[in-house]
């Protein structure tokens, strides 16, 4: 199979440069998920036997808050279009106590893994989901539906009153009838006359050139999921009943509803559902299931706040509950088999990056085995101000190019001088230095402050050029 992640096109060297573009500094953790990337690509290239034995090298970051820890993860993710997710690792308490399991980390991710390839799916069968979608607009133009009963029922239906979305199944010969109960016959379907074709070639037209796009029609769109599973703890009754759900669903039709909206709004709305009708779920599945296992990747944030202090031994309360949350983690991180609503998962080769400030602990308070499974540790350096400087300035998401353009929007014209920018990276680290050190968090802070004025009468301002410079 084609490698969709083209990991080829990326060497070690152009993944961190890549990563400069975002991120400031942190050399070291950059080179070390460089590495873990390109490893992934160099494991897809082994024969079957060899490629079996080799296992990521998972990373444990070391380093305050703020200092570019989650971004790098992110952004690697995002760059391998791998299925990523972020948990924090306080959230979760071990089996028997309240909170999350720690499998629910891989169901997460499998989820994840599902809504890129079923977008990825969906955007290529675009073309011909649009052309669906309008064909079903010109049929409600041309033939607008009867009216709906009192009850909110379609009025012409008699069949699907008495028995709701039971009667359209059977209609549809889908399930067995009762004994004596007959479905009704389907109504005839008119032939189109020479008129109707004319009339329908032209309403074609102004649909798809936009000409109409404002005027409203009434379309069936399936209803929004209902949210039945939402209310069951953690674990096993929410996994069964999303089982339940998904094993019903090719059996009992999605509900549909009448909508009053716009043409431009039903072509987006109907194209998405066509969209997904043509989109063939199993693949979808398949597919996620496969980048899940050989690419996926998890960021264990916070991961200091489950470790056990100074000394394990001979402690009660919270501690134990910290310990257990590590031994639940262990297996997930080892390789295991996790049930989820698309199938059994494998963990084995899924990559684990986790993070923590370790201010009051130290990674040697982890349970060796887990220390064991964070073989490769990396740690990031503290921010001062030439590195806000450059975090100001350099990345291409830089908030002063933020503000710049967000000013822009009103016609206000934003310039930051030099020594502007320096005073702010000065303020910040004072600050930094003085309270909590946040990190690079703490340029939001100073930004929203100096700028508060400015984008509070910005609406009132245009034309107005507006220099932060260190006056300012």
């Known amino acids: 199979m084609e490698d969709v992640l083209s990991l080829e096109d990326f060497t070690p060297r152009q993944i961190v440069a890549e990563l400069d573009k975002y991120i400031v500094g942190q050399g070291a953790a950059k080179r070390a998920v460089a590495i873990a990337l390109r490893n992934r690509y160099r494991r897809g290239r082994l024969q079957e036997e060899m490629r079996d034995e080799v296992i990521p090298k998972n990373i444990l970051m070391i380093g305050p808050t703020g200092v570019g820890k989650t971004e790098i993860a992110r952004r690697i993710a995002r760059l391998a279009k791998a299925p990523f997710v972020k948990v924090e690792a306080s959230k979760f308490t071990e089996v028997g106590y309240v909170g999350r399991d720690v499998d629910s980390i891989i169901r997460d991710l499998m989820q994840t893994a599902v809504r890129m390839v079923e977008s990825e799916r969906m955007e290529a069968v675009s073309d011909r989901a649009e052309e669906l ?24 239906n008699p069949w699907e009153m008495a028995f709701g979305s039971m009667g359209q199944l059977f ?27 004319e009339r329908r070639a032209g309403l074609r037209r102004k649909v798809l050139s936009g000409e109409i796009d404002e005027e409203t029609v009434e379309v069936e769109v399936e209803s929004a999921a209902s949210p039945a599973a939402g209310g069951f703890g953690p674990g096993g009754m929410e996994e069964m009943m999303m089982n339940v759900q998904d094993a019903l669903g090719g059996m009992i039709p999605k509900p549909k509803k009448r909508r009053r909206m716009t043409v431009k709004e039903a072509k987006k709305a109907l194209a998405a559902e066509e969209a997904r009708k043509l989109v063939e779920t199993e693949d979808v599945t398949s597919e996620a299931l496969r980048r899940v296992e050989q690419r996926g990747i998890v960021f264990l944030d916070e991961i200091d706040k489950i470790a056990g202090g100074h000394g394990r031994e001979g402690r009660g309360g919270p501690d134990v509950s910290r310990e257990g949350v590590q031994r639940d983690l262990l297996p997930i991180i080892e390789g295991s088999t996790v049930n989820t609503r698309y199938g059994p998962v494998k963990t084995d080769y899924i990559l684990f990056v986790a993070a923590g400030a370790f201010h009051v602990s130290k990674p040697s308070d982890l349970i060796p085995e887990l220390q064991g499974r964070l073989p490769l540790r990396v740690e990031l350096e503290a921010l001062g101000q030439a590195d806000f400087i450059r975090i100001l300035t350099e990345p291409e998401g830089a908030l002063t190019k933020q503000y710049k353009a967000l000013m822009a929007t009103e016609g206000v014209e934003l310039e930051f001088t030099e020594e502007g920018i320096a005073e702010i990276a000065q303020v910040a680290q004072t600050a930094n230095e003085q309270a909590e050190n946040i990190g690079a968090r703490r340029l939001h802070t100073v930004m929203e402050r100096l700028l508060e004025e400015v984008s509070f009468n910005a609406s009132e301002m245009e034309g107005v050029a507006v220099t932060v410079d260190a006056a300012f």
């Open 133 to 156: 979608a309008v064909e079903r607009i010109v049929d409600r133009l041309l033939h607008p539906a009867p009216p709906e009963s009192g009850d909110g029922r379609p009025g012409g």
């Open 171 to 197: 209609i549809k010969g889908q399930v067995p009838r009762p004994g004596g109960v007959e479905a009704p016959p389907p109504p005839p379907q008119p032939s189109a006359s020479p008129e109707e074709g």
